[in-house]
C-alpha cells in the first residue's frame, strides 16, 4: 500500500544549485500536502507544507510545487546548501483525517561543496 | 523553542517482554500521535490521541499496543509482548489543532527499540 511514493532513495546536489525531489499519490482524497526534513538521530521536521487549493507555496528557499491532475508534487531547494544534506519525507493527509499522515519512503539529499 | 522529549532513546528488550516508550508532549498541545520507522522503510501511522481516548488507529496497532496518558505531561506506548519485527524508531508526535487543520505535527527525536 504506498500511497505516496518517493521513487528517488537518493539524490546528490552540488552546493549552490537547485535540488528537486519528487513525490507521487495515489489517493484523491488528500488534500494537504507537508514535507518533512530528518536528521541522523532526529525526529523529522516540518519544512514546508501545501494545500490542494494552490499550486505553489514559497518559504524562503524552499517551494514547493503540487500538480494535482498529475498527482505529483515537488520540492525546490535553492540554493542548496551543506546544512540541507537531510532525508526528506512527502506526506500526505486530508480534510477530517485527524492529521494521520501518510509518508513516503524519504529522499537521502546530500548537498556536497 | 518547545519540544517533543522522548525516553527511553535506545531500548533493547527479549523477545516476549513488555516494553514502555515515553513520551512528553508540547505542553499545550492537545492532540498526540505515534508513528514508528522500521530500518530502511517509511515512517507508519500507528495511533492518533485526544481528549483520552484514541482518536484513530492503524493496523498495525493491534490489541500487544496500547496507550495513555497516565498524568497531564505524559503519553506513553505500551507494547505488551514483544516481537522480533516490533523493532523499529518510535516517533511521539503533537499537534495543536485538530485533523483538517495544518497537519503539521511536532515530532520527537524517536525511541529506537531493539527486539532481540
Aim: aromatic letters at 14%; a negative charge; glycine letters at 8%.
Amino acid at each position: 500500500d504506498q500511497q505516496v511514493k518517493q521513487n528517488s532513495p537518493s539524490l546528490s546536489v552540488q552546493e549552490g544549485r537547485i535540488s528537486i525531489l519528487n513525490c507521487d499519490y495515489t489517493n484523491s482524497m488528500f488534500d494537504y500536502f507537508l514535507w518533512y526534513k530528518k536528521y541522523p538521530a532526529e525526529g523529522p521536521t516540518f519544512l514546508i507544507s501545501i494545500s490542494s487549493i494552490k499550486d505553489k507555496n514559497e518559504d524562503g528557499r524552499f517551494t514547493v510545487f503540487l500538480n494535482k491532475s498529475a498527482k505529483h508534487l515537488s520540492l525546490h531547494i535553492v540554493p542548496s546548501q551543506p546544512g540541507d544534506s537531510a532525508v526528506y519525507f512527502c506526506a500526505a493527509t486530508f480534510w477530517g483525517g485527524g492529521n494521520k499522515l501518510t509518508f513516503g519512503t524519504g529522499t537521502q539529499l546530500k548537498v556536497e561543496l | 523553542e518547545p519540544e517533543v522529549t522522548q525516553t527511553p532513546s535506545h531500548q533493547v528488550t527479549q523477545m516476549g517482554q513488555e516494553v514502555i516508550l515515553r513520551c512528553v508532549p508540547i505542553s499545550n498541545h492537545l492532540y498526540f500521535y505515534w508513528y514508528r520507522q522500521i530500518l530502511g522503510q517509511k515512517v507508519e501511522f500507528l495511533v492518533s490521541f485526544y481528549n483520552n481516548e484514541i482518536s484513530e488507529k492503524s493496523e498495525i496497532f493491534d490489541d500487544q499496543f496500547s496507550v495513555e496518558r497516565p498524568d497531564g505531561s505524559n503519553f506513553t506506548l505500551k507494547i505488551r509482548s514483544t516481537k522480533l519485527e516490533d523493532s523499529a524508531m518510535y516517533f511521539c508526535a503533537s499537534s495543536d489543532r485538530p485533523g483538517g487543520g495544518t497537519g503539521e505535527l511536532f515530532f520527537g527525536e524517536g525511541s529506537r527499540l531493539t527486539v532481540l
